[in-house]
């Protein structure tokens, strides 16, 4: 009998560190983890978590790959040479779900580095990176704007990681691509129209730390790169066109 999506998660999580892999979870399942507890991603899986995302140093590549073997995970040779071993996806032996591996960055809508950024909060990105891995989407799915919305409707604001939201590495990400902060800045919009909408007990914290993000943002130092890019605005397209965006 396969084990539960949570005990798998947790499984891998262990044979990892047991290795010396610098891996995190990443995605949905990480959010939903993080946000509401394992039991609910057992509760969610197949329905809004779909796959396993995970973020791993380019440089435990060959530790993962024996982790996942030994899982009997098998890869998908034709997106390996597509992507040039850039990212890995495979599936489980008996085909109930994916995992998808990203190295070093996340590269979808914008680029999201994440080098030095894996082994600082366990098992996950930090909440800062996951909320940022989400509002590098141009055109989010409703499911995409919950997860953020969970994101700052339960962990507070801060400058350090752990149970907090990082402004400051926020900031520091969106300040050096004008593309990145003016995706993030129409998903703070539909994050705020949300909430305008909906009475929840989040609602109140979650727009402070919205307004937290905006005023941390809004008062840093911008790059010269951003600074030039903000002159062209909108008449030029300032974000990547994704294909597939069940992925993430």
């Excluded at 507890?37 to 995302?53: H, P, T, Y």
């Excluded at 809508?109 to 366990?122: A, P």
């Excluded at 990105?125 to 940022?132: K, R």
């Excluded at 990400?173 to 009475?199: D, H, I």
Aim: proline share 3%.
């Amino acid at each position: 009998m396969a084990p539960a999506p949570s005990e798998l998660i947790r499984r891998l999580l262990r044979a990892s560190e047991e290795r010396g892999v610098r891996m995190r979870l990443a995605g949905s399942a990480a959010v939903v983890l993080r946000c509401r507890g394992m039991a609910e991603v057992d509760r969610r899986w197949s329905n809004s978590i779909k796959d396993l995302d995970l973020v791993c140093d380019r440089r435990d590549a060959v530790g993962l790959q024996g982790v996942l073997d030994e899982f009997g995970y098998i890869q998908d040779a034709r997106l390996l040479v597509a992507t040039e071993g850039r990212r890995w996806t495979l599936s489980a032996s008996d085909r109930t779900h994916w995992v998808d591996v990203f190295f070093d960055r996340l590269e979808f809508c914008h680029t999201l580095d994440l080098r030095n950024r894996l082994v600082i909060d366990s098992d996950t990105l930090t909440m800062a990176d996951l909320l940022l891995s989400k509002l590098q989407y141009v055109a989010p799915r409703p499911q995409d704007i919950g997860q953020m919305l969970d994101i700052v409707g339960t962990h507070p604001t801060g400058e350090c990681d752990g149970d907090r939201i990082n402004t400051r590495r926020v900031a520091q990400v969106l300040c050096q691509s004008w593309g990145y902060w003016q995706t993030a800045q129409l998903n703070f919009r539909r994050m705020e129209q949300r909430l305008l909408t909906t009475e929840t007990a989040d609602r109140p914290p979650a727009m402070e730390r919205l307004a937290a993000l905006r005023d941390q943002i809004a008062g840093s130092p911008k790059s010269i790169r951003w600074q030039v890019r903000a002159v062209l605005g909108q008449g030029l397209r300032w974000y990547s066109e994704v294909e597939d965006t069940d992925v993430f």
